[in-house]
Every structure is written in C-alpha cells, then in structure tokens.
C-alpha cells in the first residue's frame, strides 16, 4: 500500500527566481497539504549528508554545492498516494522531457537546476522528512 506522505524541496534556482509561491499553489492544487514547512539554508556539509546516496557519482560535488548555495523551502506533504502523485506533478527531472503541466516543465531550466525534490520511494519520503523535521514540527 503507498504511504501517505512525501517529501520536497524547492531548490535553490526556483527559489532565487522567485517561484516558491507559484510552486506551492501548484502543490496545493494537486491536492497535496503541507504537513510541515520551513524555510532555511543547507550547509555543504548538510547537502552532502542528505545527497550522500550520490556521493560516488560524478555530479555529487556540484550537487552539493548548487543546493547549498542559496535558501530552500523544505516541506512535507500528505496525500493518499503522495509519493507517485507527486513525482508526477513534478515530472521529468530534465524539463525537456516533463510533461505540460508539470512543475519542472514550467520552473526548471536544466537536469542539473530542475527546480524541485520529490522523494522516490515511501521509505525514502520518512527518512528524507525526518531529516529535516522534528516529529514535533509535522503537524
């Protein structure tokens, strides 16, 4: 059975261009409520720990350093089949592939600043919101 919550990031890029209002009605029109919120700043060392699933792979090192250049919002959403519904809504992570519609479609500009994080996996969604909230900060 799919779980019940996911977990997102708006990016570096989409928050610098001033997209984080458009990208949250785009989630709350999806029907997805926001169980926890916040806005703050990955250090280096934060972006490595939470990217370390890519720690061997050759983009790790701008990856690190792209998410920790700039303010993020980190959320937590709930939906009945949030982690799918939601990496649906933000489609491909390469624009030119998403689908109209979609998030990245309409805010990101490469594979590498493609606007926003969506968990991959149910198990992936707790670890990677318990990662940046408090149970006390999930409501």
Known sequence: MAGNITF???KPDAVEAG???NILQMIQAGGFRIKAMKYTKLSPEKAGEFYAVHSERPFYGELVEFM?????V???LEKD???E???TLIGATNPAEAAEGTVRKAYATSIGENAVHGSDSDEN???EANF???GTEMF
């Open 68 to 72: 920790s250049r700039g303010p993020i």
């Open 81 to 83: 089949n949030a982690v």
């Open 85 to 87: 519904d939601f990496r």
């Open 132 to 134: 940046h909230f408090a």
């Open 8 to 10: 997102t990031m708006i």
């Open 74 to 76: 980190a959320a937590v």
């Open 125 to 127: 969604a707790l670890i």
């Open 19 to 21: 997209n984080i209002g």
